[in-house]
């Protein structure tokens, strides 16, 4: 099992540009989450999906959107960058409400 | 909503000796109490959790304590080693397949 796979590792965009991240689990788990990680901070969620089908908005939603493709698949995309999304994003997913199982996260830059 | 609060939010203690980190929530519906460790680089880890039907739990050098009443859980590690040096969080939840409110971090140092 590759766990929770995030792409890609690094990414640096200049304001005003999008890009989508790619977040997928072979763990069969039914939630899916994101984060972002702003330096010497704590974990902020950007947007969960408590199952295939949902998805809701969390602490810090807005500049994002989501989409739960499928029960493997969660993306998140930045449709108009800004300097303040720099951050590093992670991916997390959950059988049952319990341990998260974590990507690798995704370090952006925005100049 | 949610709201965790950690305390606090750095930490220096000498090899051997105990470490306390300490977390307070504002929903009494929250069940599911767990504690992340996270390294230099690195992906958060689950270290040990807990559930509002239990008081404490133990794991090896790892401990977790809870008290409902009180609405706050801590995280004991006993016999500290420079391995263990990395940033902790907790984190509380209500219900299954729920959003997870994650508090802002303990960086913990072992000092040699």
């Known amino acids: 099992n590759a766990g929770v796979t995030q792409t890609p590792k690094f990414q640096v965009l200049k304001t005003g540009q999008s890009m989508t991240l790619q977040c997928a689990q072979d763990?069969?788990?039914?939630?899916m989450y994101w984060y972002r990680q702003d330096p010497g901070m704590g974990l902020r969620l950007i947007y969960y999906?408590?199952?295939?089908?949902?998805?809701d908005k969390g602490e810090v939603p807005n500049g994002y959107n989501v989409s739960r493709l499928n029960k493997r698949e969660f993306s998140l995309r930045l449709e108009s960058a800004a300097p303040s999304q720099t951050s590093v994003y992670f991916c997390?997913?959950?059988?049952?409400?319990?341990?998260?199982?974590f990507g690798p996260g995704t370090r952006l830059t925005v100049t | 909503g949610e709201n965790v609060e950690q305390h606090p939010s750095t930490l220096s203690v000498q090899e051997g000796d105990s470490a306390v980190i300490k977390c307070t929530y504002s929903?009494?519906?929250?069940?599911?109490f767990p504690w992340y460790k996270q390294e230099l680089g690195k992906r958060p880890q689950l270290i040990i959790d807990?559930?509002?039907?239990?008081g404490e739990k133990k794991d090896q050098r790892i401990a977790v304590t809870l008290n409902k009443t009180a609405k706050h859980f801590s995280l004991h590690i006993t016999e500290t080693q420079p391995e263990d040096s990395a940033v902790y969080f907790c984190a509380a939840s209500k219900s299954s397949a729920s959003k997870i409110i994650f508090g802002s971090g303990t960086r913990l140092s072992i000092r040699p």
């Open positions: 997390a997913s959950t059988l049952a409400g319990d341990e998260q199982y």
């Open positions: 929903d009494s519906a929250s069940n599911y």
């Open positions: 763990m069969n788990h039914n939630s």
């Open positions: 999906s408590a199952s295939e089908g949902t998805t």
């Open positions: 807990i559930r509002s039907n239990v």
